[in-house]
């Protein structure tokens, strides 16, 4: 089975800060891993994905992540967070080896809030 | 613009109405998905179609009933629902089903009230 852990449900940090969310997971093989990321009243958005290759990823608005197959974990970060940066975050993983499923699991999501 | 267009953006309904909420995806993508999130509650999978075949039906009630007669338009008919479906319904779509790799591209949702 698959599964994803985020244990924040709310990360605070100073802006100009490094933030990082974090997220673990678990499945049977190599994992596909993925960052969305929701403000208020609007979907899903995508952010960043680890597939294969190099263990740092880098995404949209100057996120990026690092896999960590020892840690069994996909962290989310930033150099230096923006007000504009608050909102919802989830992370998800895909396991390649569950054969014919590939749904997604979602985290519970973490509340990112990034003070002025 | 996301890609993914979900009508109406809200929605009030009492419990004996019958009414659909719509996806239309604009990216030439394979698959659809619905999700329910509820307040402080995980996203909730509730349908998957792939190629407008359903593949995943996650223990959904039969109140809602979900309809996809192409692989651009997904549709969630609503009847007799309860309050506790009053959340953001939100419809998702993603290509290379097969594959997996692909990530999930989602529309902005329809906020339900159920009174």
């Known amino acids: 089975a698959q599964s994803v852990a985020q244990p924040e449900d709310q990360v605070n940090v100073a802006e100009g800060n490094p933030l990082t969310v974090k997220c673990t997971y678990s499945v049977s093989g190599n994992p596909y891993l993925f960052w969305y990321v929701q403000y208020p009243n609007r979907g899903l958005q995508f952010l960043l994905k680890y597939i294969t290759g190099d263990n740092l990823v880098k995404g949209s608005y100057g996120f990026e992540a690092e896999f960590n197959k020892s840690q069994t974990s996909f962290h989310l970060k930033k150099p230096s967070a923006l007000v504009s940066d608050s909102a919802l975050y989830f992370c998800?993983?895909?396991?390649?080896?569950?054969?014919?499923?590939?749904?997604?699991?979602f985290g519970r999501g973490t509340s990112l809030i990034v003070h002025p | 613009e996301t890609g993914v267009t979900q009508t109406p953006r809200h929605l009030v309904m009492g419990m004996t109405n019958k009414k659909s909420l719509k996806c239309e995806q604009h990216?030439?993508?394979?698959?659809m998905y619905w999700y329910k999130q509820s307040a402080k509650k995980p996203l909730e999978l509730m349908f998957v179609y792939s190629l407008e075949e359903r593949v995943e039906n996650n223990s959904v009630p039969s109140r809602f009933s979900p309809e996809c007669p192409n692989s651009s338009h997904l549709f969630l008919h609503l009847h007799t629902l309860q309050p506790e479906d009053s959340a953001l319904y939100l419809c998702?779509?993603?290509?290379?089903w097969g594959r997996g790799n692909s990530p999930l591209h989602f529309g902005n949702g329809t906020r339900l009230t159920v009174t």
């Open positions: 990216l030439g993508h394979n698959a």
């Open positions: 998800a993983v895909r396991d390649p080896l569950k054969g014919g499923s590939y749904i997604p699991t």
């Open positions: 998702a779509s993603s290509q290379d």
